[in-house]
């Protein structure tokens, strides 16, 4: 499963609100939900937006597509940074309300989404994901994926995307340099290259998509291979994508090399390093600093509430955004 269309919205007036629901009755139909479905979507995004008007600082909501093979959905991400809650599943419960309302926007999302889930610290806000499918719900991924134009942009210039191959999985993320139309032209040739492309060893991977990314203004990108029964994870990078393994307690930081895939490098090199059971791969673009600190809910809770809980902490610059964060299980 990965993120397809999206789009962030910054809840900071009424008018937002009506906006986000839009885009999601929008994204409802281009994925060919029923009516019912559509205004499904749409009363959760306007749920959970509105509880950030009225509850949150510093709220946004992302609404995405979401595609699983032949499948697709919509996808909701709800960030903030306060004042979060004790007992999110008894802020859920209907009548329950710290604000004077009738209380019934998180059991709305809870009852009308096919999967959501969410974490709530006091004193350091919530963020809350929530799925919509038509039907039944494709297997939870082992992979999650999120990205974010700049404020002011009307694309992102960053890109993420998965590959299953023989049991092992790729995830590539690439920043098209500067941002704007021309950056997302480059990340889109990258994510086509990297699709069509022979599914080899990371390096081989990252050769491929500097040759394909010639011009274009080029990218930043990096290539994570991870083998569950090897228990390793094989990574090449070409600029100033970042690449962490993590565990409950620390985080191991993964070597890139200098340059711009598409235009001059070095060389392209790849790095093999031994996995736990448990950790977890997460690669995110210079949208995200690095000031971000291991911690048990990243090895945990579900990919997609991890990449939403570094998009909100570590999201921080002015510039497109971009963070996968991937599971590692295998049979022991």
Not at 32 to 58: D, M, P, Q, W
Not at 71 to 83: K, L, M, Q, S
Not at 214 to 220: I, K, L, P, S, Y
Request: aromatic share 4%.
């Amino acid at each position: 499963m990965w993120a397809g269309d999206s789009e962030w919205f910054r809840i900071d007036g009424d008018s937002v609100i009506g906006a986000a629901r839009r885009a999601a009755t929008r994204m409802a139909k281009a994925v060919n939900f029923s009516e019912k479905r559509a205004g499904e979507a749409a009363i959760v995004v306007t749920e959970a937006a509105t509880n950030l008007r009225r509850h949150a600082e510093n709220g946004a909501i992302g609404v995405r597509i979401l595609r699983s093979g032949d499948r697709a959905g919509v996808g909701v991400v709800a960030i903030d940074t306060g004042p979060g809650m004790a007992d999110p599943s008894r802020s859920a419960r209907d009548g329950h309300s710290t604000g004077g309302t009738l209380g019934i926007g998180l059991g709305a999302i809870e009852r009308l989404s096919t999967w959501s889930d969410s974490i709530s610290v006091p004193g350091a806000g919530t963020v809350l994901a929530a799925e919509l499918w038509d039907g039944v719900a494709p297997a939870r991924p082992s992979v999650a994926c999120l990205t974010r134009s700049m404020r002011g942009e009307e694309v992102c210039g960053d890109a993420v995307a998965v590959r299953q191959e023989n049991g092992d999985t790729v995830v590539l993320v690439v920043d098209g340099l500067g941002h704007g139309p021309l950056a997302a032209q480059a990340a889109a040739v990258a994510l086509r290259a990297f699709e069509s492309g022979a599914c080899t060893s990371a390096a081989s991977i990252a050769t491929d998509l500097h040759q394909a990314l010639a011009g274009t203004r080029g990218a930043a990108l990096a290539v994570a291979h991870i083998d569950p029964e090897a228990a390793t994870v094989t990574f090449a990078g070409i600029g100033n994508i970042a690449g962490w393994i993590v565990d409950d307690s620390s985080r191991r930081g993964m070597v890139s090399m200098p340059g711009i895939a598409g235009h001059k490098i070095r060389r392209i090199q790849e790095w093999r390093y031994d996995l736990d059971a448990g950790s977890r791969i997460v690669l995110h673009s210079d949208g995200l600093t690095d000031k971000w600190a291991a911690s048990p809910p990243l090895v945990v809770r579900d990919p997609v509430l991890v990449a939403a809980m570094l998009m909100r902490d570590a999201g921080t610059r002015h510039d497109d955004a971009s963070v996968a964060v991937a599971e590692v299980t295998w049979s022991s």
